[in-house]
């Protein structure tokens, strides 16, 4: 076996981060080791994604960035994975004969014998689904990931189909991994030393796994976990609003490693526009969830994606927007303008005037943006627990997470790495807070 370099550029969500970690740990089998060098690798993975704007040619402007980073030297094998490759396909390889392989998110199990074949001089298109010989294959190899926090892809795809969204096309329809082999994998990720464990999926709390007549749920999975004496910190990402279940809310006074911070995207405040959108929620439903936890616990904070400028917002569905902004303090939300997107059935409405839409952005993230200052601000002056993630390069200073997912970056000089601590905030900014270790805090 030769060594040779291979490096990975990702795009898009988590799930691709994770695709991305799990594909160098199927190609070390190689002899491919992960290089930060990219104008050095003798294989040049792009992990794409395909949700806004113009991805595909944002693909092809990165490959002619490769070809140019490797002119008078040996081509990288060149890969295309990911949500373009899956949207795509062939036409990639016919487009830009600097390509050599394409596979989709649903084919990761077969990027070893793809690349063995390449070798042999043959190009090579993988766009089946086919996610679960994907995940059986994954079971059979260690997951690597040493990190403090670490990502689990518990299910993958999507029915629910939003008339402006590409996953359920890119990803496949919804599936749901066996109950043990993410315990195994999670168990895995424990031994190799990590503390947080962030449960994925496109719609990862509509999780179903069905056994022996028994019915595992999210709820499920976050109860077992929750025993791992060595864990610290669950998390899970991204769900949607008619998945909420009960029993997932309950998990907020069971577990007390589940952080109490939930991402749910609401996409817009105007039920006329969430129907629109073909969202299977309304306003009314988001808000029962949000008093529901609440209730449970009034520390939950939420986070949310809005879309901007979907094909019939007037300027009363976009203030029944701004209007929800007053309903919840969002601690962190995205915001995007909507992205036509080719086969969705959103693509071929009437978009509203970009001006219009892009003074609408404007104005929800002055709102959003002003939240997550005020709420950062209300944490100067006082004591938090902090995650700690690892030390920034030639710094006295440790990068961390407090429970709901913010940025701490603080000072101290002993090693905390993997250990909750006390950290006293002093200051803050939109994205971060800044402080210092407690006093008499125990290194790891
Ligand atoms: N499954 C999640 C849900 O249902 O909320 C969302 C997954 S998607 C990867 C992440 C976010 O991208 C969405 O919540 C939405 O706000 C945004 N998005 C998806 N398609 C879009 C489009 N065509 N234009 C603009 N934003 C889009
Ligand atoms: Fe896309 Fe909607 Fe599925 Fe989320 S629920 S992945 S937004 S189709
Ligand atoms: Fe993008 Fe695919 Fe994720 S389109 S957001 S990489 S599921």
């Known amino acids: 076996m030769i060594s040779k370099n291979i490096f990975i550029k990702t795009f898009g969500c988590q799930m691709n981060e994770y695709d991305s970690n799990r594909i160098y740990d199927s190609v070390s089998k190689l002899g491919f080791n992960k290089t930060k060098d990219q104008s050095n690798a003798e294989c040049y993975i792009l992990n794409t994604c395909h949700i806004r704007d113009k991805a595909k040619e944002k693909v092809y402007h990165e490959i002619g960035r490769i070809k140019k980073l490797y002119r008078g030297k040996k081509k990288p094998i060149m890969v295309v994975a990911g949500c373009v490759a899956q949207a795509e396909n062939e036409e990639m390889l016919k487009r830009e004969p600097y390509i ?143 998945d909420m279940t009960d029993d997932l809310i309950d998990c907020y006074s069971s577990s007390k490693k589940l952080m109490p911070f939930v991402h749910l995207p609401i996409q817009s405040g105007s039920d006329k526009i969430l129907k629109l959108m073909n969202r299977k929620h309304t306003v009314e439903d988001y808000l029962l969830i949000y008093k529901k936890l609440q209730k449970i616990n009034p520390e939950i904070k939420f986070s949310s994606d809005f879309i901007i400028g979907y094909p019939g917002e007037t300027e009363k569905e976009f203030n029944e927007t701004l209007n929800l902004l007053e309903k919840i303090n969002f601690i962190n939300s995205f915001s995007f ?108």
């Not at 994925?200 to 069905?210: D, T």
């Not at 059935?345 to 892009?358: E, F």
């Not at 000089?413 to 971060?432: A, C, R, W």
């Open 100 to 242: 050599d392989i394409v596979i989709g998110p649903q084919s990761y199990h077969k990027i070893n014998s793809l690349l063995e074949k390449y070798v042999e001089e043959k190009k090579e298109e993988e766009t089946e689904f086919d996610t679960v010989s994907k995940f059986n294959y994954f079971d059979d190899i260690k997951n690597k990931d040493s990190k403090i926090s670490a990502y689990l892809t518990i299910q993958e795809g999507c029915d629910k189909f939003c008339h402006f969204c590409v996953v359920p096309y890119t990803r496949g329809p919804e599936y749901s991994r066996p109950f043990n082999q993410i315990i195994k994998e999670a168990e895995q990720l424990i031994k190799n030393g990590v503390k947080e464990i962030t449960l994925l999926g496109q719609n990862v709390n509509a999780y179903s796994y069905k056994e022996n007549s028994k019915e595992y749920r999210i709820s499920d999975l976050i109860n077992y976990l929750n025993q791992y004496n060595e864990l610290s910190r669950i998390r899970y990402t991204t769900s949607h609003p008619k």
């Open 337 to 444: 303008i909507f992205s036509p997107r080719p086969g969705t059935k959103a693509a071929n409405l009437k978009t509203i005037n970009n001006d219009l839409t892009k003074e609408r952005l404007i104005i929800i993230q002055k709102k959003l943006f002003n939240n997550q200052i005020e709420i950062n601000k209300s944490m100067e002056k006082s004591s938090i627990e902090v995650l700690v993630e690892n030390k920034l390069e030639n710094q006295n200073k440790y990068f961390g997470r407090n429970k709901f997912l913010s940025s701490v970056i603080f000072d101290a000089d002993k090693n905390y790495i993997g250990k909750l601590i006390k950290v006293n905030i002093e200051k803050s900014n939109q994205s971060s807070l800044f402080g210092k270790v407690e006093k008499n805090m125990k290194a790891a």
